[in-house]
């Protein structure tokens, strides 16, 4: 007797509840939006008469951009929320906030906000689809299926491919995010940092490995992602210096030496040039930060069109 077929997703909040079928649906249908996005004319109305609110809580520049640009190309009307500029900063809640745009007949949300978990609360005062564009440290699931859409560019497959992620983990919700989803599509994932940048709690996750030793972690590696240190989430006492960091675990040609010969580089941004990675490095012959970039759009395009048209 086969097991019965999953419910459909109906938010993209965190990889829970997809299964690998439905992510690999998910970027093979990026192929498609890329092919859109090389035409000419960069638009299609796959979404038309449709309206995307992009709700950032929290400053953003490439992922509120690549959205927008994403809604945009398939007809959407795009609704743009700063809290800034908002009643938040007279005192309204979040709930109120997300009823009032409801209100206004919008289909979905993509929504950014510095405290973990407020995606989920956005899903349930909407009762719409909701995109996770990022929410404190947990989770950012656009910009790992990005980096597994780059990686698969690459190689073809992710299936027994090596990613090793260096730097601040802690902090990070694209290394928690990029954790959770790389074993679902068969890679092995090594996290790397100083130990007080590396929560041990990762360790349950599924084809994870944690290490301390960068050239460990980058030993016969595919891939090797560097992170930003996000110093505007540290606490004092992390770190001894920056430049002890850099020192140890900068991505650079030297450590690049021990992963595979064809091994390429990511990093999701923004870069802090000469900290975590060597400017020789992410301007070199096996940098792929830029196609990052472009892949975003094509990748958050197939999300929105799987979300609100409803098809694999």
């Known amino acids: 007797m086969t097991a019965p077929t999953p419910p459909r997703p109906r938010s993209l909040l965190d990889f829970q509840g997809w299964t690998p079928e439905r992510l690999n649906a998910l970027l093979n249908n990026a192929d498609t939006m890329n092919q859109v996005l090389d035409r000419p004319v960069k638009k299609v109305p796959a ?13 953003s520049t490439r992922t509120r951009i690549s959205f927008e640009l994403a809604a945009r190309r398939m007809s959407a009307d795009v609704v743009s929320f700063a809290a800034g ?3 938040l900063s007279k005192g309204e809640s979040l709930r109120d906030t997300v009823e009032v745009l409801t209100a206004y007949k919008v289909d979905a949300f993509v ?6 978990g407020a995606a989920h609360l956005v899903a349930r005062y909407s009762g719409k689809p909701v995109i996770n564009a990022g929410d404190g440290r947990r989770a950012h699931p656009t910009q790992a299926l990005l980096d597994a859409y780059t990686i698969r560019q690459e190689y073809g497959s992710l299936e027994g491919k090596k990613v090793a992620i260096i730097g601040d983990i802690r902090h990070s919700r694209v290394a928690r995010s990029n ?3 790389l074993p679902k599509l068969g890679a092995e994932v090594v996290l790397c940092g100083p130990a007080t940048l590396l929560p041990a709690d990762l360790a349950a996750l599924p084809g994870v490995t944690l290490t301390t030793d960068p050239r460990e972690a980058v030993r016969g590696a595919h ?3 560097a992170l930003r240190l996000q110093q505007e989430r540290m606490n004092a006492g992390y770190l001894a210096s920056l430049q002890e960091y850099a020192g140890r675990y900068q991505v650079n040609e030297a450590l690049m030496r021990e992963a595979e010969s064809g091994a390429i580089v990511l990093h999701p941004g923004p870069m802090n040039r000469d900290l975590e990675i060597s400017s020789e490095v992410a301007d070199g012959p096996r940098s792929r930060i830029l196609k990052q970039v472009e892949n975003g759009q094509a990748v958050r395009m197939s999300v929105l069109y799987h979300l609100l048209v409803g098809r694999d």
């Open 223 to 225: 891939a090797v992602m």
């Open 85 to 87: 500029a908002s009643s």
């Open 47 to 59: 979404l038309q008469g449709l309206t995307v609110c992009t709700a950032f809580f929290e400053n």
């Open 111 to 116: 929504v950014r906000h510095p405290a973990s």
């Open 179 to 181: 954790a959770e989803l």
